[in-house]
């Protein structure tokens, strides 16, 4: 038994080692270090089953991993006695007779072939349970949030129908919510996942072809803090270049908290310095891909999706720029140095990026930075 146990111990430490160390290459790779909710280590933790939707995917894990176990140690278990206790010699086996042949055996070959059948039975069963308890779209529990999601290369787009706001990279919920997304792309498949919330989901382009995910969302792990927990999200479908830097955060608030998050998401910016002013009118120059809710960049929305057929702005609406935490959906923190490398040379941040190099001098740059990151700034 002893160097089986010292074989175990090895493996495990191996194993932890490993995981070590590509937890530190996360967190190396990461620039700032997730503020991790509660007892939840790696910030996609596909294990952790925040919603109901990821603790039943975690039930058919743990049944499969259970019966797996069972079977690995019934065939491993007789293997192991049988290749120690019928040991022979070459010069020994070519004495043996010829074992007791079994083919065509029909209790044998019945038994092997009814057990697996049982066995996949219990698998299939709870999994078939999980998949239909999402509901389809005409079942969808009256209550429950709406929200769109719409996956473009390289960034999100969330909206919220019933509140009539459009926000990206950053989508926040209140918390215990049954939501119900509804995922549809403008260009290539993707795929919606928030690790720690539960499994991913496609995102297909075509009319008729979206997608349904209905979960409710998490409770607060620091109800007593302010400002809402994040969970980080990712594009999990090679959707091109720039498919690994598609991410985006989704922050969990307490309900009171995420309505005033929405009461004051349409307030207009507010512009008080002479930098802010002029990063205003440095903005004039995005406004046939970006919006911000109240500016003449919204009127020019309208007349595009007045249009026959509608045209939708390329880029992401920045009306609440200013209070999110990160830029370029997800691969930067929002910091002035962050945004003028964003802004003076989006491709060599996102390879491929769809907005290009605009040759805005550094003092534009700057002042559209003080638009952008203060003036749209809300407090809530
Ligand atoms: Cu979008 Cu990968």
């Known amino acids: 038994m002893k160097p089986i146990s010292k074989a175990i111990s090895r493996a495990s430490c191996l194993l932890s080692a490993s995981m070590f160390s590509l937890y530190s290459l996360a967190g190396s790779f990461d620039e700032h270090p997730y503020e991790l909710s509660a007892s939840f280590k790696t910030p996609m933790d596909t294990l952790a089953g925040l919603t109901d939707w990821g603790q039943g995917i975690n039930y058919v894990y743990a049944i499969t991993t259970i019966i797996v176990g069972i079977v690995f140690l ?89 509140l009539g706001i459009t926000t990206a990279n950053e989508l926040h919920l209140p918390e215990k919510t049954p939501v119900y997304f509804e995922l549809s792309s403008v260009d290539v498949i993707h795929s919606f996942w928030i690790p720690q919330f539960g499994g991913k989901l496609d995102v297909m382009p075509g009319k008729g072809a979206e997608n349904y995910l209905f979960l409710t969302t998490p409770s607060l792990q620091h109800p007593e803090q302010n400002g809402g927990e994040y969970y980080q999200g990712q594009c999990a479908e090679l959707c091109g270049l720039s498919h690994a830097l598609m991410r985006f955060e989704a922050v969990v608030h307490e309900k009171a908290e995420f309505e005033r998050w929405a009461a004051v998401f349409h307030n207009p910016p507010v512009v008080q310095t002479a930098l802010e002013k002029k990063g205003e009118l440095v903005f004039m120059q995005c406004m046939s891909c970006h919006t911000i809710s109240k500016t003449p960049s919204e009127d020019i929305e309208k007349q595009m999706l007045a249009m026959d057929p509608p045209v939708h702005k390329a880029g992401p609406n920045l009306t609440d720029f200013g209070s999110r935490r990160m830029l370029a959906a997800g691969t930067r923190t929002n910091t002035a140095q962050n945004f003028h490398d964003w802004v003076d040379n989006p491709p060599s941040i996102k390879p491929g990026s769809r907005m290009v190099p605009l040759g805005l001098s550094k003092a534009d740059i700057e002042a559209v930075a003080a638009y952008l990151r203060y003036s749209t700034a809300k407090t809530y």
């Open 74 to 162: 019934a065939v491993s278990i007789p293997l192991i006695y049988a290749i120690r206790r019928f040991r022979v010699s070459d010069e020994e086996f070519a004495t043996l007779p010829l074992p007791k042949q079994v083919h065509g055996n029909v209790i044998l070959e019945f038994t092997w072939t009814i057990i697996p059948v049982i066995l996949l039975l219990f698998i299939a069963v709870p999994t078939w349970q999980i998949i239909f308890r999402q509901p389809e779209k005409h079942q969808i529990p009256p209550g429950s949030m709406r929200i769109e999601v719409i996956g473009h290369q390289w960034w999100w787009e969330f909206r919220y129908p019933s």
